[in-house]
């Protein structure tokens, strides 16, 4: 008698699990300690499942056909009961023999599926399928790469310092008190409302470059702009932006941007220093206790261009100027 692999299958696989949990049992009885057993590995779990499937088809087809023999008996008694009066035929044919015939037809296509379609086009075709799409996409990209690598001449490098060519004006756009703080534990130690909203006004469209603390100081990015990290961290990664490990490099990644704002902490205003064209400072009257300080302006180098006092209020605790510094 030949055995169904699917019925195989099934039965190891009881037997596997009954074997375990035997052992299981026994180590538990001696107080031995449980060793870890090895689970069922994909590949198998796959074959198993799909011998209970085949075997569902199977008890399925099994069923339709006692079905059909019923039916069919039941067809023909019903037909020859001496007391039915005409019976319909077409092309000399009575009609339980046609419906007879029609649920013969049904009953073959199902075997079909079962026998043919599904073993032919069953799992392992359709892994070979998949393999074989994958195996032409990983040869389409290498032939692109291929392509890529003769046909692609990397632009001209230029420095980011030289940076009349590719800017129209750098800023730096920062807060500080009377004696140049700016904030401690990478948090503002005041609450200026009117003074967040030109940050927002200003910077909205461009790229801000900032360091690693100042961006992880932000509960999210900032909407509609281009954050570039800079960081001397060379495994630091996020989703939120650009990260890059100079100055040179950040000003670079904002080519084509005519108004890349800095926008800090300390040590990136110091390199700002270096670049910048204009400086949108917001100097709020009074002393704080800070860890983070702006770098002194040389005035020898910069000049106020433009100053607007805005009064202490209601929602601003402290009086504060608007002054716009641009390089001699």
């Known amino acids: ?32 300690k449980k060793k870890d057993t090895p689970g069922i590995d994909l ?21 339709h056909f006692v079905i059909f023999l019923i039916g069919s008996v039941g067809l023909i008694i019903i037909a020859n009961r001496p007391n039915v009066q005409e019976i319909t035929t077409l092309l000399g044919l009575e009609w339980w023999i046609w419906a007879i015939f029609a649920w013969l037809l049904l009953l073959a296509y199902h075997a079909f599926n079962v026998f043919i379609t599904e073993r032919l086009l069953g799992p392992e075709w359709e892994k070979n399928q998949y393999d074989k799409l994958v195996r032409k996409q990983k040869e389409r990209i290498a032939q692109l790469e291929k392509k890529v690598e003769k046909e692609y001449v990397a632009p001209h490098a230029t420095l980011a310092m030289d940076t009349s060519a590719s800017h129209c004006k750098i800023t730096m ?42 961006f992880e100081s932000f509960p999210k990015p900032l909407p509609n702009r281009t954050h570039i990290i800079l960081t001397r961290d060379k495994n630091y990664k996020t989703e939120g932006g650009i990260v890059v490990h100079d100055l040179e490099t950040a000003l670079a990644t904002t080519s084509g941007d005519e108004n890349p704002f800095i926008i800090g902490g300390g040590e990136i205003y110091q390199l700002g220093m270096k670049v910048a064209d204009e400086i949108e400072l917001t100097r709020v009257h009074g002393t704080f206790d800070v860890d983070t300080y702006f770098p002194e302006i040389d005035e020898s180098k910069w000049k106020i261009k433009t100053s607007l006092h805005h009064p202490a209020d209601d929602q601003h605790k402290y009086s504060f100027d608007y002054e716009t510094w641009v390089r001699k």
């Not at 019925?7 to 009885?29: D, E, G, H, P, Q």
């Open 43 to 63: 590949e198998q779990k796959e074959m198993i499942e799909n011998a209970q499937k085949r075997i569902k088809q199977k008890r399925g087809l099994f069923s």
């Open 1 to 32: 008698m030949e055995i169904d692999l699917s019925f195989y299958l099934v039965a190891k696989n009881v037997y596997v699990n009954n074997t375990v949990n035997l052992s299981i049992k026994i180590t538990r009885m001696f107080g031995t």
């Open 173 to 214: 756009i920062a807060a500080a008190g009377q004696n140049n703080e700016l904030g401690k534990d990478g948090d503002l130690v005041w609450h200026l409302p009117d003074d967040f909203k030109r940050f927002k006004a200003l910077t909205t469209g461009h790229h801000i470059i900032m360091g690693r603390k100042t």
